[in-house]
């Protein structure tokens, strides 16, 4: 990676983190208490060894080929680490003992659940019980717990896929008795808008869900996770109570999206 843009991401990834801190203290915790899961969809490979060099090790991804291909490269990178005898000249020190942790937080679709089932951290996007039931039959294959948040369409929007508010109580409450499948709490997605503001009711929504499923003993003690908030809202989503949030653009740039859309602009004419 070019030195410049090596030097913009680790100002953009300091420059969040610094949010993120500010944030957490604006709503009366600590910055360690916030996961900053950084999204590749629009990253280089370079660009998440330079994020793991900084000492970054949650990564997430919306679609299931490239969160497999890109976890696999990275592990292969760990293992050429492992191996090879460094020198001066090398990249910094790694800790190779940190792994890293592969997020799926895009649409899951049932067919593909065995090709992350073993390479995932934690599933932030079940949003149907037959979902969860066919992670279970996998998890119960390869004889792993599989960590999982119950995606909920707090905002109702058509767009959004979710479950409806009505319904996510008892469905939680269904895949809280399977046994190698484990509901560790819940994510949302706000409407897009260019206003932070207009998330905060959508996330004070969804945090109250989540208060009353804790209260309600769903998950006993590991249901402690809530996923709100990306790059153009996490901030207000600390201060509404998420413990994880979604960061891509801020951290990585926008330059490759400007690049899709000019290539896209220029295969229209």
């Known amino acids: 990676m070019d030195g410049d843009l090596?030097?913009?991401?680790?100002?953009?990834?300091?420059?969040?983190?610094?949010?993120?801190?500010q944030a957490a203290q604006r709503s009366g915790r600590s910055a360690d208490s916030v996961y900053t899961i950084a999204v590749t969809k629009y990253a280089e490979p370079e660009d998440i060894r330079e994020l793991i060099t900084l000492g970054h090790r949650d990564f997430?991804?919306?679609?299931?080929?490239?969160?497999?291909?890109?976890?696999?490269?990275?592990?292969?990178?760990?293992d050429r680490i492992r191996t090879l005898p460094r020198t001066?000249?090398?990249?910094?020190?790694?800790?190779?003992n940190d792994p890293v942790r592969w997020h799926m937080i895009g649409h899951l679709q049932r067919n593909k659940v065995r090709k992350?089932?073993?390479?995932t951290r934690l599933i932030h996007s079940i949003d149907s019980?037959?979902?969860?039931?066919?992670?279970?039959?996998?998890?119960?294959?390869?004889?792993?717990?599989?960590?999982?948040?119950?995606?909920?369409?707090?905002?109702?929007?058509?767009?959004?896929?979710?479950?409806?508010?009505?319904?996510?109580?008892?469905i939680a409450e269904?895949?809280?008795?399977?046994?190698?499948?484990?509901?560790?709490?819940?994510?949302?997605?706000?409407?897009?808008?260019?206003?932070?503001?207009?998330?905060?009711?959508?996330?004070?929504?969804?945090?109250e869900i989540y208060d009353d499923l804790v209260k309600a003993g769903v998950g006993e003690d590991h249901f402690n996770l809530l996923s709100m908030?990306?790059?153009?809202?996490?901030?207000?989503?600390?201060?509404?109570?998420?413990?994880?949030?979604?960061?891509?653009t801020a951290i990585?740039?926008?330059?490759?999206?400007?690049?899709?859309?000019?290539?896209a602009t220029d295969t229209a004419h």
Not at 60 to 78: D, M, P, T
Request: hydrophobic content about 45%; aromatic content about 4%; proline content about 3%.
């Open 60 to 78: 997430g991804e919306n679609r299931v080929q490239q969160l497999a291909q890109r976890a696999g490269v990275i592990e292969e990178w760990f």
């Open 116 to 119: 992350i089932a073993d390479c």
């Open 252 to 263: 990585f740039g926008e330059r490759e999206v400007e690049e899709s859309l000019e290539h």
């Open 129 to 170: 019980l037959r979902l969860a039931e066919e992670l279970q039959v996998v998890a119960n294959k390869i004889d792993r717990v599989i960590d999982v948040l119950v995606q909920v369409n707090v905002s109702g929007e058509e767009s959004k896929t979710g479950l409806p508010i009505a319904a996510l109580g008892a």
């Open 229 to 248: 908030g990306m790059s153009g809202d996490f901030e207000v989503a600390i201060e509404e109570g998420a413990n994880i949030v979604r960061v891509g």
């Open 6 to 21: 090596m030097t913009q991401l680790a100002d953009r990834y300091a420059e969040v983190m610094g949010r993120v801190a």
């Open 174 to 207: 269904q895949i809280d008795t399977m046994i190698n499948v484990r509901v560790r709490g819940l994510m949302t997605m706000a409407p897009l808008t260019d206003d932070p503001e207009a998330s905060r009711p959508h996330f004070a929504r969804c945090k």
């Open 88 to 96: 001066s000249s090398d990249i910094e020190p790694i800790n190779v």
